[in-house]
């Protein structure tokens, strides 16, 4: 069964440092693969995604994600984080063919100044 | 302009009662869907819809009945409401073929 891994429950990082949230998944073929944002009270907002092709991909606000198939990871990175980037961030796997995404269980990123 | 609105954003009740949740898009998109998020945050899809016909139906106890009158619209009704029920329950819309989703701000509902 599909199935998405977020190791890290809560994470805490000073404003200007560089950010890497993990990502796990479980999909017999290769999946599409997305990074989600969701800030206080709000819905989830895309930040990148996966589908095929290089394997690093580019997102909004200064945000990258790389695919690495041997490893079944798609880790989310930043190089400097801005305290505006203070969310919970959720990875998801899809199956190809559906309409069906799988959510991990979420990151929660606390920024200081 | 709202892409995807959901009302109500807050919904109290009690315990047996039965309730709604309304969601509208404006993108143009042909598939809608219903998340649930519980209290640690774990998103779960629901139900989708494709053009007003129901594509996924996740294990999902049939007190909860989504209605698609056409495809820019789908509202989740909920029967005899549990306290389990308390979550917060997001809209989305993306086209066929797993691209974008765009999310509603969520529904948190909570059942006394």
């Known amino acids: 069964a599909q199935s998405v891994t977020q190791p890290d429950i809560h994470i805490t990082v000073s404003e200007g440092a560089s950010l890497e949230l993990r990502c796990n998944y479980s999909?017999?073929?290769?999946?599409?693969l997305f990074w989600y944002v969701q800030s206080p009270g709000q819905g989830l907002q895309l930040l990148l995604k996966?589908?095929?092709?290089?394997?690093l991909v580019q997102g909004i606000k200064g945000f990258e994600a790389e695919f690495k198939r041997s490893q079944s990871s798609f880790n989310l990175r930043k190089p400097s984080v801005h305290w505006s980037d203070a969310a919970e961030y959720f990875c998801?796997?899809?199956?190809?063919?559906?309409?069906?995404?799988?959510f991990g269980t979420g990151t929660r990123l606390q920024v200081f100044p | 302009d709202t892409a995807v609105s959901q009302t109500p954003k807050y919904l109290v009740t009690q315990m047996g009662n039965d309730k709604s949740i309304k969601c509208e898009q404006n993108?143009?998109?042909?598939?809608m869907y219903w998340y649930k998020q519980d209290s640690k945050k774990f998103l779960k899809i629901m139900f989708s819809?494709?053009?007003?016909?129901?594509?996924i139906n996740e294990t999902v106890p049939n007190r909860f009945s989504p209605k698609s009158p056409d495809k820019a619209h789908l509202n989740l009704h909920i029967n005899s409401l549990e306290l389990g029920d308390s979550a917060v329950y997001f809209c989305?819309?993306?086209?066929?073929?797993?691209?974008?989703?765009?999310f509603g701000s969520g529904t948190q509902l909570s059942v006394l």
């Open positions: 996966y589908f095929s092709g290089d394997t």
């Open positions: 999909y017999g073929a290769t999946p599409y």
């Open positions: 989305a819309s993306s086209n066929r073929g797993n691209e974008k989703l765009f």
């Open positions: 998801a796997v899809g199956q190809r063919g559906t309409d069906k995404l799988i």
């Open positions: 819809y494709n053009n007003k016909e129901l594509i």
């Open positions: 993108l143009g998109h042909d598939t």
